[in-house]
Structure formats: C-alpha cells, structure tokens
C-alpha cells in the first residue's frame, strides 16, 4: 500500500469530507479522501433537498453530492474509493491509518464517516432484507408502486421518505411508537395533507411476516396491547441512525450514543484527529452543517500542521 504521507487524510465522502477535501485542496494542502464505499453518504439517498442553500428548486441528493465531488477534485483531491479504515494508531506526531488492504500515514486526520440507519433487531427484519425490507425509500420506492407499504418512525426522515413513497405505492402507512410525529412542522402538515398516508400511532412493529416476500407487519398498539397482522408488501425503517465511530474507540473519547465529542475547533480528544458532520456529538444532523463542519475541520487541521509545523522549527532551533 501507498507509503507517502499525507498532510491530511480524510475518512469519509460525504458532503463533510468533500468539503473538507475542498477547503484542504484548494490551500495547496496534501490531502486524501478515503471511502468504504463510493462517496456519497447517506445524503445520495435523499430524493430531494429542499434545504440546502443556493438550490430554490431543491436538489436531489446524488446531483448535489456529486457536485461536491466534482468541485473537490477540481482543486485536486484524491479520493480512494473502496478503501475502509480500520483504525489509526500514533507514534509520536505520525498518524497510521489502518485500511483492509495496508496502511496510510499522515500528519492529521479529520473523520467524517457518517452515520447508518439502525436495525431494530426484530425477527424477519434480516431475512426480508432486500425481499421487501428496505432502509431507502429513493432506491426502493419504485419497486412498490400501488402496492401498500409501511414506514417505521415519527421523524423527518420518516416522514419524509413516507412522503416520497407516497408518489408510488397505493397506500404509505406510517407506524409510530408515540401519539404524535417528532418531524418537523413543515413535513406534519404536508403529511396530513397526503391523502395516501394512514397513520398507527402508540403502535409498535414486532415481527415481518411472508413467504418469499414480505407480506404483513405484527403490530402491537401499546395503549391497548392489541396485536395486528397488517398486510403490507414493504417495510421501510427509519427508526434513526448509528455513527461510524467504532474503528476509533480504542482511541478517541466518544460520547454514549458512539458520537465523536470535539472542542469548537471540532479537534477530538487526540490533538490532530478532528471529526465533522455526522459523526461528530453535535445537535443539528443537516447536509448544510455537514459542509460546514467539513470547512471548520478543515481549517482547524491546517491550523494543527502549522503548529506542529512551528513546533518542529522550534525544537529543531534549539
Ligand atoms: P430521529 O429524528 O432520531 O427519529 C427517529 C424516529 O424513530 C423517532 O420518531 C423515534 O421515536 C423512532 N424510533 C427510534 N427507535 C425506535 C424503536 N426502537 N422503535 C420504534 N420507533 C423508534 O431520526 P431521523 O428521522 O433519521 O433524523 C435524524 C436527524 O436528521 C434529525 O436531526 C433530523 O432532523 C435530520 N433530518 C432532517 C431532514 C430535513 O431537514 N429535511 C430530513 C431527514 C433527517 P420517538 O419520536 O418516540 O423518539
């Protein structure tokens, strides 16, 4: 595996990481972008991004994404596809990136690894897998058209998603575990206003059911314990997300959700390791304050090399 050290290297491509590599690039800084996948992260999922600025129309997710890529790259970003990071260990100022295949060193890291759907666990939930169970409403909606299908959850992407789905399936049917939606107020009215959604509030999912497809849901209404077999073909689940976080827990302070806790220069508890987007302990999960970590990690890594930089120069004058 490559053995030249990078000034930077920058787990994750998405919309943090692409930024990051485009602020990192366009100062002249050496910096690679390394994905487990194609870049992209979860935003390639959203069909549409109503809230991502410069964009009055929205945007589709993999069009805004790949814009990004493209900018970065323009600037000279490397970007490594298929290369998942293990771990990093540190000797000294040298940061070891650990990848299936090698390893990689640079003098900073910034980790923008994302985050991915949770499984609830619950029988059939894996052997429907790609058989009527899905987490990605804008890759597998189509697949349902006039059929009935279920989304699982009461947040924005739930409601979102459930919205999108709508445009193909006969009947979207939204189970939530409370009285009311968490989503934002914008999606609750658009969603009462769809006349495709229903709605199973208090009401729980406790197993798929079917033959070589999904063909029910078991749900139990918690208020009254009655338990229902709902006949539906999919069963999207969006019942929130888990940080990429777990190749760094041997080495970085994270917080009791797996989150990575930064200082306002987003810089972890290990000086030169910094963490920005979705991954990183912050309120607000939105593809805008994404980028914007991205820039601020960014920043603040070039700030590191300086100091260490000036630190070197110091050390060596004496
Ligand atoms: P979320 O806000 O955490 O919502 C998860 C939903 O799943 C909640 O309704 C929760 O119920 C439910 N849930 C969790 N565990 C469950 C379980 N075991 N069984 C049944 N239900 C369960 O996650 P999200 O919707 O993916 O959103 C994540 C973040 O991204 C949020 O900050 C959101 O605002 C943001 N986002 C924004 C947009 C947008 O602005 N357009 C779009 C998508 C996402 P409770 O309500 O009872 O906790």
Redesign the pocket.
Known sequence: MDKKAREVAIVGGGPAGLTAGLYLCRSDVDAVMLDRELTGGQAIL?PL???YPGFPDGVEGTELVGRMKEQAERFGLEIMTFAQVTGVTLEGEAMTLHLEDGELNARAVIVATGRNP?K?GIPGEEEYGGRGISYCATCDGPLFRDRAVMV???????V?EALHLAKFAGKVIIV???GE????SY?VERAAAEPKLEFMWNS??TAVNGGETVDSATIVNSKTGDRTDVPVSGIFF????DPNSAFLSDLLELDDAGYIVTDERLESSVPGIFAAGDVRAGR???VVVAAGEGALAASSAQGFLEEVGARRVYEGDR
Do not use: P, T
């Open positions: 959203s991004i109503e809230n949770r609830m699982i959850g009461g947040g924005d992407s739930a979102e939530h575990r409370r939606l968490r989503a934002s999606l729980e999912i969006y019942v929130g997300n607000f999960k939105q």
